[in-house]
Every structure is written in structure tokens, then in C-alpha cells.
């Protein structure tokens, strides 16, 4: 097996492994695993430093995205839609398909959004019903300054929908301070669990929105108050996938037990960034660099699938290109969750070096 070093999904540790090799009982008859699960939801409020609840749904981190979404919007809801990325200009589609209507502030793909701009255009127009904003934008490992976007928002009474699925756990989450009101989670990025589960934590502003409705959630898989009283009464809208959650548990305990997990991670984007210059290379943006994935332009007269290829068949390292508009423009080295080692980091860049070397790439 390859090292795999892309910005998600991650490696995932043994002790992760084996929890979900575990025996599993009956999560829609055995009360134990509604204990089991609320414990969990609250482990990982209390590590994104929030008291708001967390609920753990079945599905890749797009749920999440699209739950958030469907749970809150109305037919004719005008929301806010922050583009600086892929992901970003991603929410509008979701917007849509629950009858709202994006609008959206797009600002250079190169850049973080400027809170100081985005509050010159709130105070000429914050009739929205809520704003969603990405942490992270993966496809180009741009990082937003929720700290300062979140309780701009909140100043101007709109509600948040933060996707932090590939930053939470690599760059610092305070929820709570930020005033975020949904933030969204995968398992598969810095929490380094497979692809399968997605986390949504939700404000009391945010779910009275969604109590508050005059209209029905159109979804039912996506409808996030199907959960409303699912302690309460131990049940779940669907059957809980248990083993994935014992993996979760883990992974969450592992991060609990690392102090060094937000340092490192700064640490070794930074060192990334580094070799990367030192290497002759540009990275892809200006400024916002994510402690979780680096995005390097790919240098002239080389393809980004083949350096791919050597790193993966040469070297045993699987690093990733990226899509939509930079599909052949970008490298990208995940540096998150359990990749985030040094010296997982350092056979990374060495072989990407030699990689390039081999490629006739000269500096
Ligand atoms: C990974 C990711 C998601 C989940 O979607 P994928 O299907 O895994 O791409 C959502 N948002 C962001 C910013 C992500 O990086």
C-alpha cells in the first residue's frame, strides 16, 4: 500500500482500525449505543470548543453540507454565498435545489476573503437569512479567517454555515467565540477515519430557524430535526452505523490525547511551504495557507498526472492534482490528521523533489 498523502482522504491509525473491527450490537434496540453516541457527539463539540450540539449522520461530508442547507432553507431565502474556492461557490447549488437564492460574494480565488471588505458590502446589503463561508477550500488549500467572518455575521444578525470538513483538527475551531452556528465535519480529513461519516453542530439560533419554518424540509435524509428528540425517545431516523462511530470514537480519543496536534500541524505546513520555495516551486495562493493541505502550481512543461504517477509507482507516495478550475494547475500534499508526521512530511518532499528532478524539471 501507498503512503497516502492526500488533503483527504487521510491515513487512519491501527487503534482507529481495530475499533471498527470491533463486535457491534443493535443500534436501533440496544439503549447502550444512544448513550454511546450522544458521548461521542459530545466529545467532539467539547474538542471544536463549543456547547452546541453535534450530531454524527451517515454519509460522506457532502451530507453534512447538504443537510445544513436543506435544513435551513425556505423557498425564496436569499443566502449569502462566500466564494473564494470551489467548495465556496459549491454552496450556491445546494441553495438552489432547496428553492433559495444565492447570492454570491466572490472575491480572488488567491486570496483569503478580507473581513474588512466583506463588512463594507454587509453594510450596504445583510438581508440574508444566513451565510455560508469555507474554512478550508480543499481544491486550493485556501484558509478563511472564520474568527473574524463568523462574528461579523453574527453582527449583522446573519446565521453561519461554516464547512470546516478539511480544517477543524489542523487549524484552531473555536465555535463558541466565533459565534459559528453550523459547522460542518467529515471523518475522512484531520480526523483520519475512512470516508463515511459526516458531523453537523448547530446553534439554538440555527435550530430555531429550522423549528421555525412555515415550510416542510424537503429532504428526509437531510432533514436535520428528524434527530430533534432522537435521545429522548432512543431512536434514530435511520440505523446507525455503528462500526463507523466506534472508528470515530477513536480518532476523537487519539485527538483529545495529542497536545501537540494544532502546533504540529502548523509546524509542518509551514516547513512544507519552505521546501516547496526552496524547491523553485510557487504555491498557489497569496496569502490564507491551511496548516492542512498545500497547493503548488504545477511548473511549466510538466503534467500534474505525471508527477503523480512517479511519486505513486517510484516512490510508494500518493500525493493529489485537484478539479473543477484547477484540474491540471495544482499538486496537492496532505498534511493533515495522521499524515501530519515529520517524517511522513520529509519522504514526501524529498520524493516530490526527486520526482521533479527526474521529470527534467531544473529550478
Ligand atoms: C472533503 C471535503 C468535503 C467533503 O467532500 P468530498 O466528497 O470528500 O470532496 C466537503 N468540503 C470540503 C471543504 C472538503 O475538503
Known amino acids: 500500500m501507498y503512503k497516502m498523502m492526500t488533503p483527504g482522504p487521510t491515513m487512519v491509525a491501527e487503534n482507529v482500525r481495530m475499533a471498527r473491527s470491533l463486535e457491534t450490537g443493535n443500534p436501533d434496540v440496544d439503549a447502550d449505543f444512544c448513550e454511546f453516541y450522544r458521548e461521542t457527539c459530545e466529545l467532539y463539540s467539547s474538542l471544536l470548543n463549543t456547547k452546541n450540539e453535534s450530531l454524527i449522520l451517515s454519509g460522506e461530508g457532502i451530507l453534512g453540507l447538504e443537510a445544513a442547507i436543506a435544513s435551513l432553507t425556505e423557498p425564496g431565502d436569499r443566502v449569502l454565498v462566500l466564494d473564494n474556492g470551489v467548495f465556496g461557490k459549491g454552496f450556491a447549488d445546494f441553495v438552489k435545489i432547496y428553492g433559495g437564492e444565492p447570492v454570491l460574494y466572490t472575491t480572488d480565488y488567491k486570496k483569503e476573503i478580507d ?26 488549500g485556501m484558509l478563511n479567517d472564520i474568527s473574524k467572518i463568523c462574528p461579523l455575521l453574527d453582527g449583522f444578525g446573519i446565521i453561519s454555515v461554516v464547512d470546516s470538513v478539511s480544517a477543524m483538527f489542523g487549524n484552531e475551531v473555536k465555535a463558541d467565540e466565533w459565534k459559528i452556528d453550523v459547522l460542518c465535519g467529515g471523518s475522512q480529513k484531520a480526523v483520519s477515519c475512512p470516508i463515511g461519516l459526516t458531523m453537523v453542530t448547530i446553534s439554538d439560533r440555527a435550530k430555531k430557524a429550522m423549528e421555525n419554518r412555515k415550510t416542510p424540509v424537503a429532504s428526509f435524509y437531510c432533514n436535520l430535526l428528524a434527530f430533534k428528540s432522537y435521545y429522548e425517545d432512543k431512536w434514530f431516523p435511520y440505523s446507525m452505523p455503528v462500526s463507523d462511530i466506534y472508528g470515530l470514537r477513536q480518532a476523537l480519543e487519539n485527538i483529545k490525547n495529542d497536545g501537540d496536534m494544532l502546533a504540529r500541524h502548523a509546524r509542518l505546513a509551514e516547513m512544507t511551504r519552505n521546501r516547496v ?33 512517479v511519486m505513486r509507482e517510484k516512490h510508494g507516495i500518493l500525493i493529489a492534482g485537484s478539479f473543477d478550475v484547477f484540474a491540471g494547475e495544482i499538486l496537492r500534499i496532505g498534511h493533515m490528521g495522521y499524515n501530519c508526521r515529520e517524517e511522513f512530511v520529509e519522504e514526501t518532499l524529498d520524493a516530490l523533489e526527486q520526482t521533479l528532478g527526474e521529470l527534467g524539471y531544473r529550478k
Open 115 to 140: 473581513a474588512a471588505a466583506l463588512k463594507a458590502y454587509l453594510e450596504k446589503d445583510s438581508d440574508f437569512k444566513y451565510a455560508t463561508v469555507v474554512h478550508c477550500d480543499t481544491p486550493s
Open 277 to 309: 520555495r526552496e524547491m523553485g516551486l510557487k504555491l498557489y495562493g497569496e496569502n490564507g495557507y491551511s496548516n492542512t493541505v498545500t497547493a503548488i502550481r504545477v511548473p511549466e512543461g510538466i503534467t500534474a498526472s505525471e508527477v503523480i504517477k
